[in-house]
């Protein structure tokens, strides 16, 4: 078993895909962590914008999480249409190519893909927030944290989505069972205790009042706060991955998350302000996050309090696995059209989309490494995208139900497309209101980076496809290929001194072409070297070769004996292949390049790499009259890797319940 | 114009080979440096040891000094006579394999390999710390100030070792002329104020005695001196180098270098106790080398302190040029007789061995990384190396000597090499002397890691030789080759769809054999893929290829439709030459790979690598019987590179002076 085996799992082959798929349950842990992680820094986010108010800004989170929560409504009921109507992988990329056309689906593509690696960023850099929220040793060690934990999420997903979703149930509805349990047990206080509920442990005091409230202020509040809602269109993105009935299983995953997060923010909000607890400065020591507050407050620092802050830990540093699931999904879509490198639509060994998700690890480690690990200079970066691809989405199920309403005909089927298009509508109109406040009121504060990013990746998009369509092109052949009798090639053998592995190509050569001509390099090895040996050569060629050669009725091979002024075998040899296609420009000339393998990596140091710099330069400069090849010979004869005969091994017994 | 080209310049042909030598004079700069360059820090090493002694120690010095030089005069002597007697690079080595046997050649030759690279290290190290005398504020830079140098003496030497010498030829002769000047101007000083001149710099005052002075004291302080002795071996080393009458030039160059060695020694070692000059703690803050405090106290600090300081330093640095020029030439030696990777005898771009000088700049890059950039921590490890090279080179030039003796009949030659005979011997005898004092004295204090080293270096030297013997034996052959009719072989190709690449593969598999298999291979992008398009597949082959096929008169290539459940496409191509070779294990076969060819780098992101790794599957795991074919496909014809056809430029006008 190979190390990779070990990291990676054995590679898995086609047959196994169905299996491998997502049922409702495993779902909400694949694509709901950005969501119900969203629960933890979306209030935190609006918090902060209040924190210049002091304690009295406590009382304005309502005013913010009304919106957030009506959005939220719009965003579920529509989403669950475009689920139903785009069953494979929809999402704002297919929904805006079918409905509005080619450059809105780049635009959405675009913003959904500079969504996704913001969110894996952000979502990692709050759960290590969290975590040194928890142990405050750790707070030097942000840095180091995200990116382990990012490398941890990037394996789980290159073993499969499957395997990474089942991983991280257990913490999932943990999280979702504690949090409900405090903010049951919170509301219940807060509502028995008139309002006014006593904090088992009490939170920091809320710092004076440093400005007063205004609307700007509250637009501010709201558009950071609008980060709780990423991850919501998740699952129309990737409905791909679930099992069949997929559309059904989608849709109760879509409810379970909508549901779930739609219960924490207005928990949160509510307890906040209950509980007298504001955000604090992440930058600084001592920070704490308002769940952790939160739930310090209402059950105490016993153990559930570390049970439910474990938990969310592991949700916030998991709420990347959402973007892990469908940025590679995307990505495929994407790539399949052309306008991405083709290798990001190749299955990998896992039977998932390994070239994204490997792509995805490294731009988000990147970042992560630029920020410094710390979420709030992100967050700025981040709404923007989310809320252009809603907004898309939007927009092209406005698109799609208006050219339903154009063939339908039946009355009824006309009155349930009138109320869809009419929820899309307000989806449209809400979440395009939504973006231009976030755009406003975060533009300057980083989300110009945003905004100045689409254009230019917008252009490589483009930029590829024209590649790939003019490739194509040349590439393209209809009908019949022309086919005809032509000679055979010369070819060429170099070296610079003959032993049995050019007399293997020697013989290889003759199987295939009467022309041979074998091309002595003289000097390689310098100037000291003896080159007046021409003389001596031709006599043992003679001997050595025509002799045998005549005798076996094969027409004699010639020899031609040159220099290499400069010691390279190169030069020389693509002078003659050059020489000889002038003379018959139709002529393919072969040049063979007997090669010595190496199975151990000291064997290298010991070899010359003359063979791999001579079929470089061929290959490079050759034209397109030159073909390369190559002979191998082995100290010992390869043994067979049992890789090799993995498709005859019998399929591994089908595991009970996974279908 | 290539970067390469700019930094190394252009290339050179073999018949430049005789212009690019040394004559004396250059022959100084560029294998003197090491000599010179020891008297900076063979007295201060020696001088460092008598520090314990406070004020008293200076007066100890001529004890130790007046062996040193006698050990100079015994050594210029007998390399004089090994010039003569060995004068092709001759050097430790090769006196050691001709006299002695293999086994203590290879031994001098690894105590030679060590002691080069721990020149450079200790050279440059000197040189900075000699600069950071000069200009204090850049002690906290040593350590890049020694790799910058190191840089820099490794790209002067791979441009070639003329042109490395004669940029270090100002240098030398100006930090000659200064030296001479002081020392002169200084023993005047002192011998007209009767041994107690007055220094215009006062250097700082000596410590007081920490330590009684005793025999082992000395002894130590003679084996760090000794270090001042290194280098006088390298122009035996390199007489190679030479132009001719490379004797003559090669005897004209030692006696230089040992004549400007003996008089810096003894000049600085009198002026040093003349001037109450001692040795100062190299990593303290306002450190002032030897050389420094005598030029000051001398002539003050005025321009000519600057000059002579400069000068001095940049010789300490270029010291190391010494290594440069002789480790490579001492490299290819060794490695022309198997016990060294090849690579280091083949002649690069500048017709220098540029693989010995990349290793050597990387291993004493590596050992000035490790040790920080302080000489003093390197010293120990270092003379052990070079005394042992000296030992055996006597030796081997007595078992010369006497071998010459059995065979000499005439009277006065046999009075002559027994003269010879005996130089030797007393050479043998003082450096064995001075070697295992060296050894005991210095064994703990590092020297220990040295004779650790030679084990496993000699080790390596051998199991080279024995792979390389081993290859040959089964590379070699005699006599004519074995040349019999064979059947053409099976060709196969491998594709996922048919295109002009593919077409193209066709056309040259159909001109070198009539055994075509095409195998198409289905499911390559995962599991989504339609793969019940067998019947058309061949509906379409049989119309599109096997009809133009019997048109040209050419037997149809098969097809063979495959899965690859593995979206591998090596995995069943594998099992398929597998296949064909267990029915006919006498048959080649040949595989053919169509790639687009890249010449942008950006093309490498929108290719899959599929060529690549099928290619490399196949040589590595194929098996004798197959052969790999590359077919080119180039979106642009490539364009002809200069440099390919250098060798039909007219020679460069010959420079004059330069023969």
Redesign the interface.
């Known amino acids: 078993m190979s190390l990779l085996d070990l990291i990676l799992g054995r ?5 196994e ?1 169905q299996k491998r798929k997502l049922t409702a349950f495993e779902g909400v842990p694949a694509m709901g962590l950005d969501g119900l992680g969203s629960s933890a820094y979306g209030p935190e986010a609006a918090l902060t914008v209040l924190m210049p108010l002091g304690a009295a800004g406590l009382a304005y989170i309502a005013y913010v999480m009304w919106p957030i929560l009506g959005l939220l409504a719009v965003l579920f009921i529509s989403y669950w249409q475009t689920i139903r109507a785009y069953p494979n992988n929809g999402g704002a990329y297919i929904v805006a190519r079918e409905n509005l056309g080619t450059n809105p689906s780049l635009l959405a593509a675009t913003a959904l893909m500079i969504d996704y690696v913001l969110n894996v960023a952000v979502g990692i850099s709050a759960g290590v927030a969290a975590l040194t929220s928890a142990i405050p040793p750790l707070h030097p060690y942000t840095l180091p944290l995200c990116l382990g934990i990012l490398l941890t999420i990037t394996l789980a997903n290159l073993r499969g989505t499957g395997e990474a979703s089942r991983l991280w149930a257990v913490p999932t509805y943990l999280f979702v069972a504690s949090f409900f349990a405090i903010i049951g047990i919170g509301a219940y206080q807060a509502v028995t205790s008139g309002g006014h509920p006593q904090p088992l442990v009490p939170p920091p005091p809320l710092p004076d009042a440093a400005a007063a409230v205004s609307l700007w202020l509250l637009l501010r509040a709201f558009s950071a706060g609008c980060t709780a809602m990423t991850g919501v269109e998740a699952v129309s993105n990737g409905v791909g991955a679930f099992k069949e009935p997929r559309v059904d299983r989608g849709h109760r995953t879509l409810a379970a998350i909508c549901a779930i997060l739609g219960v924490l923010l207005a928990g949160i909000a509510y307890l906040a302000n209950a509980y007298h607890i504001g955000a604090m400065d992440q930058t600084q020591d001592g920070y704490q996050s308002i769940l952790s507050q939160l739930a310090g407050a209402v059950v105490g620092r016993g153990i559930f309090y570390y049970v439910a802050i474990g938990s969310a830990l592991c949700i916030l540093c998991l709420s990347a696995n959402t973007s892990f699931v469908d940025f590679p999904r995307m990505c495929r879509l994407v790539a399949k059209d052309d306008f991405l ?3 990001f ?5 896992r ?1 998932v989309f390994s070239v994204g998700i490997v792509y995805l690890a490294i731009t988000s480690g990147f970042l992560l490494t630029i920020f410094g690990g710390i979420t709030d200079r992100l967050i700025p970066l981040f709404a923007i995208g989310a809320f252009l691809t809603f907004t898309l989405s939007q927009l092209g199920m406005v698109a799609h139900w208006r050219r339903e309403l154009r063939t339908a005909k039946d009355a009824r089927a006309r009155h349930k497309i009138r109320a869809s298009l009419a929820v899309n509508l307000i989806g449209t109109i809400t979440t395009g209101v939504a973006l231009a406040v976030i755009l406003v009121a975060k533009f300057m504060e980083g989300a110009w980076i945003t905004v100045l990013a689409i254009p230019p990746v917008l252009l490589l998009l483009k930029l ?1 496809r024209r ?2 369509v003019a ?1 194509d092109a ?4 209809d ?11 010369l070819v060429m053998i170099a070296t610079e001194g ?4 050019t ?2 190509a ?3 050569a ?4 009467p022309d041979v001509v074998a091309v002595h390099i003289c ?1 390689m ?4 070297e003896d080159d007046s040996r021409e003389a001596e050569l031709r006599k043992q060629w003679s ?3 025509e ?3 005549r ?4 027409r004699s091979p010639q020899l031609v004996v040159v ?1 290499a ?4 075998l ?3 040899l ?2 003659l292949v ?1 020489e000889a296609a002038k003379d018959r420009p139709d002529r ?1 000339i ?1 040049v063979l390049i007997p ?3 190496k ?1 151990r990596w000291w064997q290298h ?4 790499h003359r063979a791999w710099r001579v ?1 470089h330069a061929l ?6 009259h ?10 010992d ?5 049992p ?5 005859k091994t019998p399929d591994p017994v089908a595991q009970p319940g996974e279908d």
Chains 1, 2 share one sequence.
């Open positions: 590679p898995l082959p086609n047959r895909y490198p083709r290798a639509a190749t299955v990998g060994r039977l590829t590649y790939y490739l040349r590439l393209r052949e009908g019949p290929i022309s086919l005809r009798k032509a000679d055979p090639p003959w032993n049995r592995l007399d293997r020697l013989q290889f003759l199987q295939i072409s000097a090895s310098g100037p000291d001997e050595d070769v002799a045998p050669a005798r076996a009725g094969l220099d002024p400069y010691r390279r190169h030069a020389p693509l002078r050059r393919v072969a090669e010595v393998m199975d140091l010991l070899h010359s079929r290959l490079r400069y050759g034209g397109s030159v073909v390369v090849i190559e002979i191998p010979w082995y100290l004869e390869p043994k067979v890797q890789e090799f005969d993995q498709a």
